[in-house]
Structure formats: structure tokens, C-alpha cells
């Protein structure tokens, strides 16, 4: 695939530049609730039980998120060249 191919138009680069801030932001919030009830929980262990439910909720909510988000990434840039480091 050459790069003109692989290029990204400025309105694509916009939506999935949006996209990622709302995904940061959901982020962002589902970790603050969950260290507010970690925090909480070391003060009344009944909130333990909150937080076990909250993490498990939104675990997969982010991942599912950022499985998306990559997935969009991926249909706009195309895949990775060979021979570039994939990252962990």
C-alpha cells in the first residue's frame, strides 16, 4: 500500500482525534469512581463490594472502547507496515 493510499484526510483526522478525547475522558472517570471506592472501601469495607461490581463493569467498557477505537484507526490508516515494532 503506498502513502497516498494510506493517507488520512483532515476530517477523518478530526473525528478520530474526537473520538480518542472521548474515550480519554471515559477513561479518566472510570478510573476516578474507582479510586474514590478504593479509598472508600479502606475506610467501610461494605464499599468493597461497589468497587468489585464498578471494576468489573467498566474493565470492559475501556477495553471494548479501545478495541474500537483502534479498529476506526486502523480502517482510516491501514495496517502497520512490515517490519515496524508493533509495541506491548
Do not use: W
Not at 467498566?58 to 484507526?73: D, M, Y
Request: zero cysteines.
Amino acid at each position: 500500500m503506498s502513502d497516498q493510499e494510506r493517507s488520512i484526510s483532515q476530517e477523518e483526522l478530526v473525528v478520530l482525534q474526537k473520538q480518542f478525547s472521548e474515550i480519554k475522558h471515559s477513561i479518566n472517570n472510570a478510573l476516578a469512581v474507582m479510586m474514590a471506592l478504593s479509598e472508600m472501601s479502606q475506610r467501610r469495607p461494605d464499599y468493597s463490594e461497589k468497587l468489585a461490581s464498578t471494576v468489573l463493569t467498566k474493565a470492559p467498557q475501556i477495553v471494548s472502547s479501545l478495541q474500537e477505537f483502534t479498529q476506526a484507526l486502523n480502517e482510516k490508516a491501514g495496517p502497520k507496515p512490515e517490519g515496524l515494532p508493533t509495541g506491548a
